[in-house]
């Protein structure tokens, strides 16, 4: 069959990958490079003011190890190698308190003394994180149907931690995560402890597209303008803005959802229905080498999952030291990180990157008829992927993959 795949994100490259040796598979991608949110440093980003001999990711950087089965499951095939990470979390408020994550005390604290002092100030954090845990795990999945997180965290210390944990992985805007539906959210925190592992991929995340890109024998389309997609008895007809149209027996929108409505021509009743509540987040993340923030509290180990209230009018961002998850020595290299919403905070001389990305903005509206869209892959020639599908993470993104695949064969 000849097959259309729309968006190159990690969604759309893994459908083709598994589509490719049975069909005839033709990409198409608005923008000039592959990989969504997959931004790799000297891989699929060229031209930045990096070392040639590193590379660092500024969108997509780390995978959990025991719940992302699918996506582990194709690295294995393609061969890409994973290493395993050291990671943990540190919460910074605006008032100058900071706490560390267990994992935090257990690896970066020296000696006892400091270990005690650092539990003694999360001891009454651990009360409500133990409180939420305990609701988390005794929600049944039919109780998490259309409930905000609002319903389960609210502005304790405890709670704010987590919504800005949510916040940092799905980058969204932390005044949205009150809505940010618990039937995506609770599964995540419910395994995002200190003893949750984390991979990064060797050689960045790309690497793993550029396997696919390697074995493929199909058609890409970057900078691709699609005016509009209609489907007819037979399969489906693609009209680029140039006036170009092309036929396919197929289509898979492996496109962030809202952008499915502006694509297809022929909206049906019930198309309109699943995706008409979706919207953009469009957010902007840097790679710098600014650590002086730091210092006002106090602290020279950087975590992994650090998260900063940085002041009482509602900003809140993230930082993610990347040195010690990419193996890079800070004695012979600047100390590297990835950031969201801390402009205030670095200074832009050492911004040595800037990435504009483009997220599903989750709320309990936009997911409500999401079982639906799964459960009609394949209806009127079209199939859809993407990670809003899953858990709104890359394991999501290459699960709808395998579904469709096995659904096409
Ligand atoms: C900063 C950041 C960090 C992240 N870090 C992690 C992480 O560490 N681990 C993790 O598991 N997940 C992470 N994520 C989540 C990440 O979004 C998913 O893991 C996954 O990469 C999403 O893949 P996707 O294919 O569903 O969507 P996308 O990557 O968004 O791919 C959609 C593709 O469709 C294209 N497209 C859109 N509209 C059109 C159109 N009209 N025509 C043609 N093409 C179009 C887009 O350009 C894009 O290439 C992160 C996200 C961001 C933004």
Same mark, same amino acid.
């Given at each position: 069959?000849?097959?259309?795949?729309?968006?190159?994100? %990690?969604?759309?490259?893994?459908? #083709?990958?598994?589509?490719?040796?049975?069909?005839?598979?033709?990409?198409?991608?608005?923008?000039?490079?592959?990989?969504?949110?997959?931004?790799?440093? /000297?891989?699929?980003?060229?031209?930045?003011?990096?070392?040639?001999?590193?590379?660092?990711?500024?969108?997509?950087?780390?995978?959990?190890?025991?719940?992302?089965?699918?996506?582990?499951?194709?690295?294995?095939?393609?061969?890409?190698?994973?290493?395993?990470?050291?990671? @943990?979390?540190?919460?910074?408020?605006?008032?100058?308190?900071? &706490?560390?994550?267990?994992?935090?005390?257990?690896?970066?604290?020296?000696?006892?003394?400091? $270990?005690?002092?650092?539990?003694?100030?999360?001891?009454?954090?651990?009360?409500?994180?133990?409180?939420?845990?305990?609701?988390?795990?005794?929600?049944?999945?039919?109780?998490?149907?259309?409930?905000?997180?609002?319903?389960?965290?609210?502005?304790?210390?405890?709670?704010?931690?987590?919504?800005?944990?949510?916040?940092?992985?799905?980058?969204?805007?932390?005044?949205?995560?009150?809505?940010?539906? #618990?039937?995506?959210?609770?599964?995540?925190? $419910?395994? @995002?402890?200190?003893?949750?592992?984390?991979?990064?991929?060797?050689?960045?995340?790309?690497?793993?597209?550029?396997?696919?890109?390697?074995?493929?024998?199909?058609?890409?389309?970057?900078? %691709? /303008?699609?005016?509009?997609?209609?489907?007819? #008895?037979?399969?489906?007809?693609?009209t680029m803005e140039n006036g170009e149209s092309l036929s396919?027996?197929?289509?898979?929108? %492996?496109?962030?959802?809202?952008?499915?409505?502006?694509?297809?021509?022929?909206?049906?009743?019930?198309?309109?229905?699943?995706?008409?509540?979706?919207?953009?987040?469009?957010?902007?993340?840097?790679?710098?080498?600014?650590?002086?923030?730091?210092?006002?509290?106090?602290?020279?180990? *950087? @975590?992994?999952?650090?998260?900063?209230?940085?002041?009482?009018?509602? +900003? &809140?961002?993230? /930082?993610? *030291?990347?040195?010690?998850?990419?193996?890079?020595?800070?004695?012979?290299?600047? +100390?590297?990180?990835?950031?969201?919403?801390?402009?205030?905070?670095?200074?832009?001389?050492?911004?040595? +990157?800037?990435?504009? +990305? /483009?997220?599903?903005?989750?709320?309990?509206?936009?997911?409500? &008829?999401?079982?639906?869209?799964? %459960?009609?892959?394949?209806?009127?020639?079209?199939?859809?992927?993407?990670?809003?599908?899953?858990?709104?993470?890359?394991?999501?993104?290459? @699960?709808?993959?395998?579904?469709?695949?096995?659904?096409?064969?």
């Amino acid at each position: 069959m000849k097959i259309a795949i729309i968006g190159a994100g %990690a969604a759309g490259m893994t459908t #083709a990958y598994l589509l490719n040796k049975q069909h005839e598979i033709t990409i198409f991608e608005k923008q000039p490079i592959l990989g969504g949110n997959i931004r790799t440093l /000297n891989k699929n980003v060229t031209g930045v003011n990096l070392d040639s001999n590193l590379v660092l990711d500024n969108g997509v950087i780390e995978f959990q190890r025991d719940h992302f089965p699918n996506f582990h499951k194709l690295m294995k095939a393609l061969n890409v190698k994973m290493v395993p990470g050291q990671t @943990s979390s540190e919460l910074f408020l605006s008032d100058g308190h900071c &706490y560390k994550s267990g994992a935090g005390i257990i690896h970066h604290c020296e000696g006892l003394k400091e $270990r005690v002092a650092e539990m003694w100030k999360v001891l009454p954090i651990l009360k409500g994180y133990l409180l939420f845990l305990l609701a988390a795990f005794r929600a049944k999945p039919e109780q998490l149907h259309n409930q905000p997180m609002s319903a389960y965290l609210n502005d304790e210390i405890h709670a704010v931690w987590l919504k800005m944990l949510l916040m940092y992985a799905y980058s969204m805007p932390y005044q949205k995560i009150a809505d940010f539906p #618990a039937e995506i959210a609770i599964p995540l925190l $419910r395994h @995002s402890s200190m003893f949750t592992k984390w991979d990064r991929v060797e050689g960045g995340v790309y690497s793993y597209i550029e396997k696919i890109v390697e074995q493929f024998d199909g058609t890409i389309h970057c900078e %691709a /303008n699609i005016q509009t997609i209609v489907r007819t #008895a037979s399969g489906v007809v693609i009209t680029m803005e140039n006036g170009e149209s092309l036929s396919f027996d197929k289509v898979v929108f %492996a496109v962030t959802p809202e952008q499915v409505l502006k694509l297809l021509g022929d909206a049906s009743d019930d198309e309109q229905r699943r995706f008409g509540a979706w919207q953009e987040n469009q957010l902007e993340t840097v790679i710098h080498t600014d650590i002086s923030f730091y210092k006002h509290f106090g602290i020279s180990y *950087y @975590s992994e999952f650090d998260v900063f209230q940085t002041d009482t009018h509602g +900003h &809140y961002g993230y /930082n993610a *030291y990347l040195n010690r998850l990419y193996g890079i020595d800070a004695s012979k290299y600047p +100390h590297y990180s990835l950031a969201y919403n801390l402009d205030k905070r670095i200074n832009p001389d050492k911004i040595i +990157h800037r990435q504009q +990305h /483009n997220t599903p903005l989750y709320s309990v509206a936009a997911i409500r &008829y999401r079982h639906e869209v799964i %459960a009609n892959n394949g209806e009127n020639h079209t199939y859809h992927a993407g990670a809003y599908l899953g858990e709104g993470l890359h394991e999501g993104a290459i @699960s709808s993959a395998f579904a469709i695949s096995e659904l096409l064969g």
